[in-house]
């Protein structure tokens, strides 16, 4: 049998999809310059963010259910050093991906001298979504803490199920 068939090509596409959307809210969310601005009539990155937020919500249960299904597969396999290492190396991942998403809140407040509820910010008194900060609810860390929070979650799906039926 090919590797080709062993992936799972619709989930395959799908998370690629979710890849092309994090870089089409990234395109679509404006570079703060200091001393120029937008005119804040619209927020184009929102018409693809919440479409994007709700196929990254699919992915995340689609990618739960998989591992989870995968896990009970592989178990007979695996010793219980190796069925071990896949949640560390998720909660390892998550930790990871928060630190990323703290940099970018950091870098981004720097980009706009402070956030809404600082007056010399470029974004004071516009709220949290706005033509700016689009890139703070979906990028490449958030999808990194979802998948590896629902591997970590079918694991523990997984693990229960296995400690029911041995029970």
């Not at 999809?17 to 184009?44: D, K």
């Not at 979504?129 to 079918?154: A, D, E, K, M, W």
């Amino acid at each position: 049998m090919s590797r080709i068939k062993r992936i799972n090509k619709p989930y395959f596409i799908f998370l690629t999809w979710n890849v092309l959307m994090i870089g089409a809210v990234r395109g679509l969310t404006f570079q703060h310059e200091p001393g120029r601005g937008v005119s804040g009539n619209g927020n184009l990155g929102l018409l693809v963010l919440f479409p994007s937020l709700l196929t990254f919500l699919i992915l995340c249960i689609w990618t739960t259910t998989l591992s989870k299904w995968w896990l009970y597969d592989q178990r007979q396999s695996w010793g219980g050093r190796a069925h071990a290492f896949i949640p560390l190396v998720a909660l390892l991942l998550c930790m990871l991906s928060v630190f990323l998403e703290l940099r970018i809140m950091d870098d981004l407040r720097i980009q706009l001298n402070g956030f809404t509820n600082d007056p010399n910010s470029a974004v004071y008194r516009f709220g949290w979504l706005n033509q700016y900060t689009n890139i703070l609810f979906y990028n490449v860390p958030i999808l990194l803490f979802g998948l590896s929070f629902s591997i970590l979650t079918g694991w523990l799906m997984e693990w229960k199920l296995r400690s029911h039926r041995s029970a």
